[in-house]
T-cell receptor, first 114, second 110 residues
Framework: GAVVSQHPSRVICKSGTSVKIECRSL??????MFWYRQFPKQSLMLMAT?????????EQGVEKDKFLINHASLTLSTLTVTSAHPEDSSFYIC??????????FGSGTRLTVV | QQQVKQSPQSLIVQKGGISIINCAYE??????FPWYQQFPGKGPALLIA?????SEKKEGRFTISFNKSAKQFSLHIMDSQPGDSATYFC?????????FGTGTSLTVIP
């Protein structure tokens, strides 16, 4: 089956620094990838849709200058949290697929900003 | 606006019992309804999914029942086991639109 690898699984950074999270589709090409944020005991909140070779589409309320998304190849999308602050601490999850029926989720990244 | 409504928020079931989680939707354009299982600190994993032209799908102990006219679908976990304790999310999709339910925290008591 389709495999999506997300790295790192955990990261701790100092306030004001930037953190990059990678999402890779290992055995298929993903024209579209999605980035989610999940708070404890809550559902996944879609942050943005990443399309290979074009700009990401951000959901309302998500700061595109703070959450930089790059989808430079059909197997890799990155999310960079810039100038991170403690309120950015959360669980970030990516998903990748080739269409409506085939989305697979990464294992998530626990970001802690201190 | 919540596109997919899920209930209950939490569920406690005895080992060997049946766990039932319900979801409802409004948009008739949805054409794929997956269920995901998520363990703490992990991403959601696809459990089972159904398309609206089928009323029921069974895979092992997991069954989806789908009622197109009522715009409702449910997940039944038969012979629930402690290892099934996790958060379950229903979802509904069409095109690149993907909507999650609010999640159900299932605890199976030994």
């Amino acid at each position: 089956g389709a495999v999506v690898s997300q790295h790192p699984s955990r990261v701790i950074c100092k306030s004001g620094t930037s953190v990059k999270i990678e999402c890779r589709s290992l055995d298929f090409q993903a024209t579209t990838m999605f980035w989610y944020r999940q708070f404890p005991k809550q559902s996944l909140m879609l942050m943005a849709t990443s399309n290979e070779g074009s700009k990401a589409t951000y959901e309302q309320g998500v700061e595109k200058d703070k959450f930089l998304i790059n989808h430079a190849s059909l197997t890799l999308s990155t999310l960079t949290v810039t100038s991170a602050h403690p309120e950015d601490s959360s669980f970030y999850i990516c998903s990748a697929g080739q269409g409506t029926y085939g989305y697979t989720f990464g294992s998530g990244t626990r970001l802690t900003v201190v | 606006q919540q596109q997919v409504k899920q209930s209950p928020q939490s569920l406690i079931v005895q080992k060997g019992g049946i766990s039932i989680i319900n979801c409802a939707y409004e948009n008739t354009a949805f054409d794929y309804f997956p269920w995901y299982q998520q363990f703490p600190g992990k991403g959601p994993a696809l459990l089972i999914a159904i398309r609206p032209d089928v009323s029921e799908k069974k895979e092992g102990r997991f069954t989806i029942s789908f009622n197109k006219s009522a715009k409702q679908f449910s997940l039944h976990i038969m012979d629930s086991q402690p290892g099934d304790s996790a958060t379950y999310f229903c979802a509904a999709t069409t095109g690149n639109q993907f909507y999650f339910g609010t999640g159900t925290s299932l605890t199976v008591i030994p």
